[in-house]
């Protein structure tokens, strides 16, 4: 399918032009030049439209057209001829769940009809089609608008970061801005795009809230719109995310506990808590997607692995079965987050896509050994336990990576879904390694609106 025309690179300059511009007078009006995150943003938000643009070139000339950015882009169009036809059933389409529009839908020569009646894929669809408008049906000035936009959720992440610890400036970069997984799957026509957007934007909001205690209106209305947003798109991310969430709170506050024994017992309520909450949502969730229901997660991850292996040869097996029980899932836990952070391994790699995540799972793992060398394993876990939001990315990074490890059974497809673990993966890493390299264990944060740096947050 031809999604990519002459149009496109016409116009592209045009958007571009309009998005530097827009870029240039926020960096100057927000960061001095003597602030090192200054000199950060152009660069980031050019590679994530390099990411935006690259997405949409690979799919159109190396997969020839194939793929899921191509259905949202022309499903979208489809959404959008209605704006000028019929500009009711455009409302509708866009604004109203699927659910309601049902009739509608099955009028609409849908390319694929999981893009069509399924309200997760459906998502991306409704911006889209919106993004449409203001852009001629052109694919890359759709993409590049995307990608910027959803560029302030990192951006914010990586400042949040930044506001806690302020020399660490440089490795946060690399973690939220520069991983080539996380800009180039982060940014294209993708449902990833949007998930790790909102992700990073939840984050952002919670310290305010739950950490800072500042600007809490404002930040709980994102909070909520980022749920929201997740929620609809990609269920498990928010299944892995507040779980974290509470640790860190708890972590972060178990020290204003005077009584010793009461901090010792309100570990293991916090446990019981997170746990029934966790398991609370989940069937909460089911509820409203029969796929997130407690009991169809084995045969919904055996199916999607079965479905997956059988795309190409970039499979794997680590060993889910429709009869795999939650005590045999735990024991291949461990492989299932391997698999998930560091590979392909080299020798597994099938494409020019999976060499640069071979390289970044590499990467990654010689991060970890720096770490390991430096302060032992006792040493290392010393750090991590006495660092609150080092808990935080840590659980998180695991939950999710197990979350993606069991369900996933593609190299093509792992190295898209994991992209939301590996930017606070790296920070935490990061952090292990600095704070262990100068045998700190702690910080506190200051309830101020600006950093050292003068990072307003």
């Not at 940014?187 to 600007?215: E, H, N, P, Q």
């Not at 909450?277 to 069937?283: F, P, Q, S």
């Amino acid at each position: 399918m031809q999604f990519i025309e002459l149009k496109d690179y016409i116009l592209l300059p045009v958007y571009l032009f309009i998005i530097y511009f827009i870029a240039y007078r926020k960096r100057n009006n927000k960061y001095s030049i003597k602030n090192p995150l200054h000199r950060y943003y152009i660069p980031a938000l050019t590679v994530k439209l390099l990411g935006a643009i690259a997405v949409g070139i690979v799919y159109q000339y190396y997969y020839n057209g194939g793929g899921d950015t191509t259905q949202y882009f022309y499903n979208s169009k489809l959404v959008a001829d209605y704006f000028s036809t019929d500009p009711g059933s455009f409302i509708d389409l866009v604004f109203k769940p699927i659910s309601i529009t049902m009739e509608l839908h099955q009028r609409i020569p849908w390319g694929d009809a999981v893009f069509g009646f399924n309200e997760s894929n459906f998502f991306p669809i409704r911006i889209l089609a919106l993004l449409q408008l203001i852009t001629i049906n052109s694919y890359l000035p759709c993409a590049v608008i995307l990608g910027a936009v959803s560029f302030t959720g990192i951006w914010k992440a990586f400042t949040a970061f930044v506001h806690m610890f302020p020399d660490l400036h440089k490795q946060f970069a690399i973690a939220f801005l520069f991983m080539p997984s996380v800009f180039f799957w982060g940014s294209g026509i993708l449902k990833d795009t949007i998930t790790l957007s909102a992700l990073c934007w939840l984050f952002f909001a919670s310290y305010r809230v739950f950490i800072l205690r500042v600007k809490m209106l404002g930040s709980a209305f994102i909070i909520l719109i980022s749920i929201f947003v997740i929620i609809i798109v990609k269920p498990y991310i928010a299944l892995a995310f507040l779980p974290s969430l509470i640790f860190w709170i708890f972590f972060q506050y178990r020290s204003a506990i005077r009584s010793y024994y009461l901090r010792v017992m309100a570990l293991p309520f916090i446990v019981i808590i997170i746990s029934m909450a966790g398991y609370y949502t989940i069937n909460v969730i089911g509820e409203s997607n029969k796929n997130f229901q407690l009991d169809n997660l084995t045969n919904k991850a055996a199916n999607l692995n079965a479905n997956l292996r059988a795309q190409d040869g970039a499979a794997f097996n680590i060993g889910v079965t429709n009869t795999s029980s939650t005590a045999e899932l735990l024991k291949i836990a461990p492989l299932a987050i391997t698999t998930t952070i560091f590979r392909p391994f080299v020798w597994e790699v099938r494409s020019i896509v999976m060499l640069f995540s071979s390289l970044e799972g590499l990467f990654i793992m010689y991060i970890l050994y720096l770490i390991i060398a430096r302060n032992g394993l006792i040493g290392m876990f010393k750090v991590i336990s006495g660092i609150p939001l080092v808990t935080f990315c840590l659980i998180f990074a695991l939950i999710f990576s197990f979350a993606i490890g069991f369900s996933t059974s593609n190299f093509g497809t792992l190295v898209r879904y994991k992209i939301p673990a590996i930017p606070f993966l790296m920070a935490g890493f990061f952090i292990v390694l600095d704070r262990g390299k100068k045998q700190v264990t702690g910080f506190t944060i200051k309830r101020e609106h600006q950093d050292s740096l003068g990072t307003s947050i």
